[in-house]
């Protein structure tokens, strides 16, 4: 789809910039919460993103490049192109944003997020957890998220903007298997898709450590929370070389000195929706692997 508008770039930036669209022109444009186009401007190709947010107004980022070759405060000519890319994978981004913004949330409520809470994400990757604990938090506590992955933050930090949310914290590691939060200071923390990976430094597993660190950081009657998948506990092994299974690390974490909680359905495996040969094959949401949330109590 192509449209043409006549519009100024803002003459005023702070930062990241933001340009409303007229309504007008644009409605005729998917209404997905982001998407890749590709803006024309003085005949140049620019490829931005453009955000719809619920006021229905149409955001297109306007990169560092544009400010720097077309200026602040220009009258330009604009056409808009939605990509080849949009088309094949809008609908899973859609799905991925819409289940984040609503299912996550309740199935973080039922994890037992409540108001007020402070909660730590450790190997929060691009947030898909982050944003519904920050959601079931009702604008009140805190979410830290943890990652040493600094690009995966900053699309945490957009997200953050897009939905308006003001209470996520973001901390950039260097993969070390510590936490670098005080004892008892979190309400519950999240270790999802994470325990099957090995500390950067020592080629040592995360987990062993990470229980301990997660039982140092919880308040008492913390809850620490764990996914896992199928796929990834197939590739743990124990100590002793032989396969790791759900029961292990079950009993693992009973052995910190946890209490078993609750099991909540319905945790998702977004790994495939970071593939880009997955996303070029047509990847959908119901394709992604399934996992059982298991909650433990301090
Ligand atoms: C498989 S992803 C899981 C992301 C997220 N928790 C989810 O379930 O969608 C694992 C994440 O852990 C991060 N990670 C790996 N080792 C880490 C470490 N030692 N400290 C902090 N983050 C780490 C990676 O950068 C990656 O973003």
């Known amino acids: 789809m192509v449209i043409k508008l006549k519009t100024t770039i803002p003459s005023k930036d702070k930062g990241r910039l933001l340009m409303p669209l007229p309504y007008d022109e644009t409605r005729v444009l998917d209404k997905l919460p982001t998407q890749k186009v590709i803006a024309v401007i003085n005949k140049k190709k620019y490829t ?51 289940w984040e913004t609503s299912k996550c949330k309740h199935i973080m409520k039922e994890v037992g997020i ?42 945490i930090n957009e997200k953050e903007k897009m939905f308006s949310i003001n209470n996520i914290e973001t901390i950039k590691t260097s ?10 200071s979190v309400d519950v923390i999240l270790l999802y898709d994470i325990l099957h990976i090995q500390d950067k430094n020592t080629g040592k597993s995360l987990a062993p450590s990470l229980y301990k660190e997660a039982y140092r950081v919880l308040k008492k009657n913390g809850i620490l929370s ?47 929706y970071h593939s880009s040969y997955r996303l070029k094959k047509g990847l959908l949401f119901s394709q992604l692997e399934k996992g059982v949330i298991q909650n433990y109590i301090k």
Not at 73 to 78: A, E, K, N
Not at 117 to 123: E, Q
Not at 175 to 184: A, Q, R, V, Y
């Open 48 to 98: 931005c993103n453009l955000f719809y947010k619920e006021d229905d107004i149409f955001y297109l980022h306007i990169t560092r490049l544009i400010k720097k070759e077309v200026g602040l405060g220009s009258r330009v000519s604009l056409t808009l192109e939605t990509t080849e890319e949009n088309e094949e994978t809008n609908k899973i981004h859609n799905d991925v944003l819409d």
């Open 175 to 184: 993969g070390e298997s510590t936490i670098s939060l005080p004892d008892s």
């Open 226 to 272: 764990i996914l896992n998948f199928i796929s990834d506990v197939k590739t743990m092994k124990m100590e002793n070389n032989q396969q790791m299974t759900f029961d292990d690390i079950h009993n693992d974490i009973i052995n910190v000195g946890f209490s078993f909680s609750h099991s909540v359905e319905n945790g998702v495996h977004f790994d495939w």
């Open 114 to 155: 409540k108001e007020n809470d402070t909660i730590a994400d450790f190997g929060c990757g691009y947030g898909h957890y982050t944003i519904g604990c920050a959601l079931a938090l009702e604008n009140t506590g805190k979410v830290i998220a943890i990652d040493c992955d600094s690009k995966a933050l900053k699309w």
